[in-house]
């Protein structure tokens, strides 16, 4: 393989999926750096512009450009960092959200389409071509927590949560078929009835693979939202999904005006009991019980949301 033969790819490759015209070629006012960062802030709803730069390896006066356009455009909203005031965080408005959702869908209109012109017979070679550039060409690596994405739900993902939390529960504290039943009413109740400007659910993805999820839900109290089902895949962990996934309900919940943050969980689990503490629940009753075939202590924790 010559270096002209990989700038021939790349020419081929670029035409193909339209990347000198992106904003034409979706029928959108935006290039493909910047549908790009939209996509990012679309799928780490609360970041920081420094993290953005990192992520996309981007100049930062370029990316200070692009993020002065998308606030003239009322896309996205800027201020101080909870972790670091130093930073500026950025956050997508709510007409910020329909652009990035409108662009996404388009994205995958395209390359349905272009798929579609590829023999059925010939789509696992793709696939596996594809999967071969990017293991030559840079992901022998072991996975960071740069390659986890945060989205919203897709077809199959709910059913997916279902199936996992059944399984990852089962092996890892041998919880029998009850709580998969419980896991199905709380996901089934989601997908027939939700309110998605007061609830929501993400999917973590690592490479293409649903890795973690987790669910910000309406409570009976009024003013409380309730965290449900998170997860995160055995082979994900130590990459700090948990930590994204909990940041991201609690930050939905602030900006959704809810008051007070709740759950329920179980002492056995200890990793996620750490999790929430770092995050600012607290404890605030335990009761023994029967369920999931095991003899539990249920635990109710709290956390108040700062406007």
Known sequence: ??????????????????ALDYGRHLYAPYTLTETRVLYELAHAPRTDAADLRGQLALDA??????????????????????????????ALTERGREAAGLL??????TVAALLAGVPAGERD????????????????????????????????????IVERNAAVYAAEYGWNAE????????????AENHDPRRERVWIAELDGRRVGCVMCLRDDAPATARLRLLLVEPEARGLGIGDRLVTAVAGFARDAGYRELVLWTNDVLAAARRLYQRHGFVL????????????LVGQDWRRELRA
């Open 1 to 18: 393989m010559t270096v002209q033969d990989v700038r021939s790819f790349n020419r081929f490759y670029t035409r193909l999926i339209g």
């Open 61 to 90: 006066g370029y990316l200070s450009r692009i993020l002065n356009r998308f606030e003239r455009d009322g896309l996205i909203e800027r201020g101080p960092s909870e972790a670091d005031t130093r930073r500026r965080r950025v």
């Open 104 to 109: 996404d869908e388009r994205a995958r209109e």
């Open 125 to 160: 070679r793709l696939a596996r071509a594809m999967a071969a550039i990017r293991e030559i060409l840079g992901e022998r690596r072991p996975p960071s927590a740069e390659d986890v994405v945060l989205r919203g739900p897709r077809p199959g993902d709910l059913g997916w």
């Open 179 to 190: 709580y998969e039943g419980l896991v199905a009413r709380i996901v089934a109740g989601f």
């Open 284 to 295: 605030t009753a335990e009761r023994r019980h029967r369920s999931f075939g095991k003899d």
